[in-house]
């Protein structure tokens, strides 16, 4: 949310990534996910329709551009990122104090 709230702040036009800078494997996302949900779901691989040489295979959020625009920089990690996103699917959910 920082980095939106930033975005706006700063009035920015164009593409800004917002991200930790660090690639991580589908399989490790997987295994993230899976470790922080108490699960154990294997992959499915489906066949890539896009054709080869236009593909992306790697992708990493590189905030650079929006570090050099506004100083912002990532304060939560990607695995503490994974925990936040799964803590409302656990018991491990802080209360909000709503309901």
Known sequence: MRGIETTADHELTGIYNLGTGDAYSFNTVVEMLNNELGTDIDPEYVENSIPEDVY??????????IHAATGWEPEVDFEEGIERACAQYTNTAPDSGVG
């Open 56 to 65: 992306v295979h790697d992708t990493c959020a590189d905030y650079s551009k």
